[in-house]
């Protein structure tokens, strides 16, 4: 089984609608990440969380919002989806390099692909 | 801000070699590289760690020059596996902070 998951894998929605993308890990990993990607802009971080307690604005949080239900779980949400939120969304997870603090891999979810008419 | 890449693409005849170079405007502390095959997830290839010396991943190895804020991540003898695009993702001094990503150069490698 994948350690890091993604629900749904595809979707399509309209603008206005409400959105929710699910992550879900078994690595035990206390860090996880939402990011966009977009063609020609790479990987851009919406929000990232440290613990169940963390949540953090990443670049691009404006019309995004995330819930840490639990250590395994993120989900990001489009409170009213817009066309300009069609994207790639991947969930990822890492965890803190004992010694050193700074990070170590990043695991990344299989994305989910989302498209907003 | 993200890290700059370059080259933006990148086409490659199996064997040879080639550089893909990333560069920032802030002082950095750590240099992640990733590689994207199409359709799948950017798949963890090495952190570079200021102070550290240069890793090596098969025969992609890479470095960081502190002073310039830039690494760069070299493919030695490339192989059709290596197609893909490449990802440089940087962190700022603390090292708890975020990793922040460029815009990704994107190799192609044909026989």
């Known amino acids: 089984d994948a350690d890091v998951t993604q629900t749904p894998r595809n979707r399509i929605t309209k603008t206005g609608k409400r959105i929710m993308l699910e992550c879900s890990q078994t690595k035990g990993h206390d860090r996880m990440y939402w990011y966009r990607q977009d063609p020609g802009l790479g990987l851009r971080l919406i929000y990232y969380?440290?613990?169940?307690?963390?949540?953090n604005k990443g670049e691009i949080s404006d019309g995004y919002s995330v819930s840490r239900q639990a250590q395994a779980k993120f989900s990001l949400s489009l409170e009213s989806a817009i066309p300009n939120q069609t994207a790639l969304y991947f969930c990822?997870?890492?965890?803190?390099?004992?010694?050193?603090?700074?990070?170590?891999?990043?695991?990344f979810g299989p994305g989910t692909r989302l498209t907003v008419l | 801000q993200q890290p700059v890449q370059s080259p933006q693409a990148v086409i490659l005849r199996e064997g040879e070699d080639a550089v893909i170079n990333c560069s920032s405007s802030?002082?950095?502390?750590?240099v992640h590289w990733y590689r994207q095959k199409h359709g799948e997830a950017p798949v963890f290839l090495m952190i570079l760690l200021k102070g550290g010396e240069q890793m090596r991943h098969e025969k992609i190895s890479a470095s960081f020059n502190e002073k310039k804020q830039q690494s760069s991540l070299y493919l030695t003898a490339s192989q059709l596996s290596y197609s893909g695009t490449y990802f440089c993702g940087t962190t700022g001094p603390g090292g708890y902070q975020k990793v922040t990503f460029g815009t990704g150069t994107k190799l192609q490698v044909i026989p």
């Open positions: 802030k002082a950095l502390y750590s």
């Open positions: 969380s440290f613990d169940v307690k963390d949540i």
């Open positions: 990822a997870t890492s965890d803190p390099a004992p010694r050193s603090g700074s990070y170590n891999e990043q695991f």
